[in-house]
C-alpha cells in the first residue's frame, strides 16, 4: 500500500504557517535545523515558535529525505526475516503519548483541553513527532508506546482514567489526535504519520496490547456478553478476593493450594455472588437493552447486574480489586479441579485458578474471543505498520491462545518482535520456547539495590539468562530512578551501565533521560510517597502520569546531562555491541567490593572494559584481575585508552599494579570505559 502522508501533512502545516504565534514548546523538542524560522528562546528553556511552520520545517528536513513510500515494518521493507532478533540490538524508549509530548503552549500554567488557541496540551501523535530527533541523538532505535487504545472513563483513576481499561482494541485513543490539523485528517493517519517518522530514521514501533483484560464497560458488552463474567449488582459492595487462611500473602496458586482455596467458606461466598450474562438469562430484555449509550448502566438498573471487576492471580495479595477493568472469560467451561466443589449449573466466576489459565485451562476454549484476540497486532501491521509489541500479562493466558497471537503476527512479518512481561528471570527459558524475544526482567527491583549486592548480581548474573532482558532500573509502574537512594547520581550512573549490561535492552522510560522524580503509578515497588517527590508548588504534585494530567520536566537545568551522556555512547555500544550480546566474550571482574561493578569484553583482540563505582556517596579504589582476559585475548599490553568518564576527560590509560591487575580510582558514581589494544 502506498502512502504520501507524509507529504500531505508538510503541505498542510506549511501552508497554514503564520496563523498562531507564540506557540511554547520546551528546547529538547527542536533537535534539528531551525534556520529562517521565526524562534524566540526563553530564559527558562522554552521556545516560542509558530507551530505549523515548525512542523513542516520538522517534516521537510527531517522525515521526508528518508521516508518509506509504504504502510510497512521496516524489517518488511529490509525484507529481513529473523524472528524479531533485531530486538536484542534494540535502545529501547518507552513513552506514554499524552504525557511524554504533553506541554502548556500558552505557558497558562496547567495543561488545558483546549488552551487560549484552542489548542490540546497533553500529548498527541503528531506533537510525538517532535521528540523524535532528539531521540535519535541519544540512539534510540525503538519506540514502545503504552496502551494507545481507547480506554474506559467509568470508575477512572486520577484526572483521565488508565489506558489499561481498554474498550476496544480496535479504536485508537480520540484524545491522541491534534487540533491543529483539524478535520484535515483522520487520527489513524496521525498515528501512521508518527509510524511513517518513526521509518525514515530507522526507529522501530512497538505497542502494548491487553489480551487477559477489558474495561468493565466494554464496547463488546454489546454483542458479546458472554465474553465477560457477571456478579449480581447489589453484590458489588461485597466484591473482593477472598482471603485464604494458611497461604502465605501473595502466593502463586499452586495446586497444592486449590483444595484450601475451594474449601474456604469464604470462596463459596464469593462464587456464589457470580451469575449467568444476562443475554443467557433473559434474551428479550437484553436485546431492548443493547442499543442503549450505556448498555452496563442499563443493565444494571433494569436486571440487577453488572461486569465483575478484575484483581490479582496472587492468593492473598493486598491489592483490592481493579475496579476499571475486567477479565475475559476465555474458556466456556470451569477447570476441570474445580468442578469436584462446584455446584451444577455454576455460573462462570473469577478466581486465582481462573485468571491463571496458563496453569488451569479448560477444555471448551471461548474460539470467537481467540480470534478476536489473535487478529489485534496483525490489524495494527496491515493497517499502520508497527514492528513488535508487548504482551500485557501473556503469562497468564493459554499457551495454545498465546501461540496463535505470536504465530498470526509473524505469518504477516516474519521478523515481528515480541517482549514477554516476565518480571522473574527464572522463567525466561520458558519465555523463549513461546516465542518471545526478550523479557522485562527484574532489573527494576534489583538494579536500585545497591547497598545489599543485587544490583551487582544483577549485572554479573545477566550473562547467563536464557533471554536477553531490559537493562533498566525503572518502569512506568515503578519509582523514579532519580528518587531512589544515590538520586541523580546513581540515576546517571545505572544509565551508563546499562549501556553495556551482558545480554541486555537498554529501556528508558520517558523522563529517565531528564531526572523525572514523580512516579508514573504505584503499581511495583512503590509506596504513596512517589506521588509527592515534588515541590508542594508544582502543579503536578500528588500527581501519576499514568491516570492524570502530567507534563514531563522538560526543562529542568539538568535535562542535557544524561542526553549527552547518552549521544557520545552510542557509538562506543554499536561498536561493541557483539561482544555485548555474546556471553563468551563476557569476563566479569570480580573483587570482593560490593559496589564495583566491571563488565569486561574481548572483541577482536582487544580488551574492553565498563568500570562503575556503584556507591554515589564515596570514592572507592579496585584492583581486578584481568588475566583470564589477557590470556584469552593473547594481549599484554600495558597501555590503552581512557574511552570515556562521567567524570574526567579522554587520556592513555596506564594504571597498572602488574601486568595481570588494574589499578582504578573511581569517584562517587563514577564509570569508566577502557579500551586495551
Known amino acids: 500500500m502506498k502512502t504520501q502522508l507524509l507529504k500531505a501533512f508538510h503541505a498542510f502545516f506549511k501552508e497554514n504557517s503564520g496563523t498562531i504565534t507564540n506557540y511554547a514548546i520546551p528546547d529538547l523538542w527542536a533537535k534539528f535545523d531551525l534556520s529562517g524560522l521565526d524562534v524566540t528562546y526563553t530564559h527558562n528553556g522554552e521556545i516560542l515558535i509558530d507551530p505549523h511552520a515548525f512542523f513542516a520545517t520538522l517534516i521537510e528536513r527531517v522525515f521526508l529525505p528518508h521516508a518509506p513510500d509504504t504502510v510497512a515494518s521496516l524489517s518488511q521493507k529490509h525484507k529481513r526475516e529473523q524472528g524479531g532478533a533485531w530486538l536484542k540490538d534494540a535502545l529501547i524508549y518507552s513513552a506514554l503519548i499524552r504525557t511524554s509530548s504533553a506541554w502548556d503552549h500558552d505557558r497558562s500554567g496547567a495543561l488545558e483541553d483546549k488552551n487560549r488557541d484552542q489548542l490540546k496540551e497533553t500529548g498527541t501523535f503528531i506533537k510525538t513527532l517532535a521528540l523524535l530527533p532528539f531521540l535519535k541523538e541519544m540512539g534510540i532505535n525503538t519506540l514502545y508506546l503504552l496502551p494507545i487504545m481507547t480506554f474506559s472513563k467509568a470508575h477512572k483513576k486520577g484526572d483521565l482514567g488508565s489506558p489499561y481499561g481498554v474498550q476496544d482494541f480496535f479504536l485508537l485513543d480520540e484524545a491522541l489526535k491534534e487540533d491543529l490539523t483539524g478535520e484535515a485528517f483522520t487520527l489513524d493517519e496521525e498515528f501512521r504519520v508518527l509510524i511513517e517518522a518513526c521509518h525514515s530514521l530507522d526507529i522501530r514501533v512497538m505497542i502494548d496490547i491487553i489480551p487477559k483484560t477489558n474495561a468493565i464497560d466494554s464496547y463488546f458488552i454489546k454483542d458479546h456478553p458472554e465474553w465477560f463474567y457477571w456478579i449480581k449488582k447489589d453484590e458489588k459492595p461485597n466484591y473482593k478476593p477472598p482471603y485464604i487462611k494458611g497461604v502465605d500473602k501473595t502466593a502463586i496458586p499452586t495446586k497444592k493450594h486449590i483444595p484450601a482455596i475451594y474449601r474456604r467458606a469464604e470462596t463459596k461466598k464469593h462464587i456464589a455472588r457470580f451469575s449467568h450474562n444476562p443475554k443467557k438469562l433473559d434474551p428479550k430484555t437484553f436485546n431492548k437493552l443493547k442499543n442503549r449509550k450505556n448498555i452496563l448502566k442499563a443493565i444494571e438498573e433494569t436486571m440487577n447486574l453488572t461486569i465483575a471487576p478484575a484483581f490479582s492471580d496472587h492468593v492473598n495479595d493486598p491489592q483490592p480489586p481493579w475496579t476499571d477493568v475486567t477479565f475475559f472469560r476465555l474458556f466456556f467451561d470451569h477447570p476441570e479441579h ?182 508514573m503509578n504505584l503499581g511495583l515497588d512503590a509506596s504513596e510517597m512517589e506521588m509527592k517527590r515534588l515541590d508542594l508548588s508544582d502543579p503536578y504534585y500528588n500527581k501519576l502520569a499514568l491516570f492524570d494530567k502530567y507534563q514531563l520536566h522538560y526543562t529542568y537545568q539538568k535535562r542535557y546531562v544524561l542526553p549527552a551522556i547518552l549521544k557520545r555512547l552510542h557509538p562506543l555500544r554499536k561498536k561493541y555491541l557483539g561482544a555485548i550480546k555474546n556471553k563468551r566474550r563476557f569476563f566479569p571482574l570480580k573483587t570482593d567490593n560490593p559496589l564495583f561493578i566491571g563488565l569486561g569484553y574481548v572483541y577482536r583482540k582487544k580488551l574492553f572494559f565498563v568500570l562503575g563505582n556503584l556507591n554515589p556517596y564515596g570514592e572507592e579504589w579496585i584492583k581486578p584481575d584481568i588475566k583470564v582476559m589477557r590470556t584469552f585475548a593473547q594481549n599484554q599490553n600495558m597501555q590503552g585508552t581512557l574511552l570515556f568518564s562521567t567524570n574526567e576527560e579522554t587520556r592513555p590509560f596506564t594504571q597498572f599494579s602488574d601486568t595481570n591487575t588494574l589499578d582504578i580510582h573511581l569517584a562517587a558514581g563514577e564509570v569508566k570505559i577502557v579500551e586495551i589494544p
Open 338 to 519: 474445580a468442578k469436584d466443589y462446584l455446584e451444577k449449573d455454576t455460573p462462570p466466576y473469577i478466581l486465582f485458578d481462573t485468571i491463571k489459565s496458563n496453569l488451569y485451562p479448560g477444555k471448551e476454549p471461548n474460539t470467537r474471543l481467540w480470534n478476536m484476540i489473535a487478529d489485534i497486532i496483525p490489524y495494527y501491521q496491515r493497517t499502520f505498520g508497527i514492528d513488535g509489541a508487548r504482551i500485557d500479562m501473556g503469562h497468564a493466558l493459554p499457551n495454545e491462545l498465546l501461540n496463535m497471537i505470536i504465530t498470526k503476527a509473524r505469518d504477516y512479518d516474519a521478523d515481528f518482535a515480541f517482549i514477554a512481561e516476565e518480571l522473574n528471570n527464572a522463567n525466561a527459558a520458558a519465555a523463549k520456547k513461546n516465542g518471545y524475544n526478550i523479557i522485562v526482567g527484574n532489573g527494576f527491583i534489583d538494579q536500585p539495590r545497591i547497598f545489599t549486592g543485587n544490583a551487582k548480581r544483577f549485572f554479573y548474573q545477566a550473562a547467563d539468562i536464557p533471554l536477553p532482558l531490559f537493562a533498566g532500573a525503572e518502569t512506568h509502574d515503578t519509582p523514579r530512578l532519580a528518587a531512589r537512594e544515590g538520586n541523580e547520581t546513581l540515576a546517571k550512573t545505572l544509565t551508563v551501565l546499562n549501556l553495556f549490561m551482558p545480554n541486555g535492552v537498554p529501556f528508558i522510560n520517558s523522563g529517565v533521560e531528564i531526572f523525572e522524580t514523580q512516579a
